[in-house]
């Protein structure tokens, strides 16, 4: 008998990462990438779901083999975000784990502190030559495309993805 290549209990959609968005039933794909465009972290959703409350699964994915001995690396040297990840609950992750991080700020965000006036606080650091680099998640999905499951999203299901 041959093995299916569904996951146990049958998929279904909430296992399958299958979801309601604008261009119809679709699933989404959430991926880190290192400075080479190799994924280091996938993770599949349903279509409806925010990138920024998938920030935190992503980066704890991540497992870089070390050579020779030890545990793998966990945490990236720095990270480089579009402005769909500029929230408070972001950068104070980014924060608490130590990681240097470029996220350029959203312009209702930035016209609020700045209404605010001196209690608005300081505008959050920024490195644009560091931020030129985020292409690289960008290829690394170029990349993916070249997959036809991945490219036409013919196949949704999270599975398909993940194997």
Do not use: W
């Not at 400075?35 to 280091?40: A, I, V, Y």
């Not at 070390?66 to 980014?94: C, F, H, I, M, W």
């Not at 784990?97 to 930035?110: A, L, V, Y």
């Not at 960008?138 to 499951?149: H, V």
């Amino acid at each position: 008998m041959a093995e299916s290549r569904r996951p146990p209990g049958g998929g279904g959609v909430g296992g399958g990462g299958l979801g309601r968005s604008r261009g119809g039933f679709t699933s989404k794909l959430h991926l880190s990438a290192d400075g080479r465009c190799r994924p280091l972290s996938l993770i599949v959703t349903p279509g409806q779901r925010a990138d920024c409350t998938q920030f935190k699964p992503v980066l704890e994915k991540i497992r870089v083999p070390r050579p020779g001995l030890g545990r793998p690396r966990q945490k990236p040297d720095s990270l480089a975000a579009d402005r769909a990840y500029s929230n408070r609950t972001v950068r104070e992750y980014l924060r608490r784990r130590g990681i240097r991080h470029t996220i350029p700020e959203k312009s209702d965000s930035q016209a609020a502190r700045l209404r605010k006036g001196s209690r608005g606080g300081r505008p959050p650091g920024f490195d644009n030559d560091r931020y030129k680099k985020r292409n690289t998640v960008e290829r690394a999905i170029n990349r993916l495309k070249q997959f036809r499951a991945v490219a036409t999203r013919y196949d949704k299901r999270g599975y398909v993805f993940l194997t």
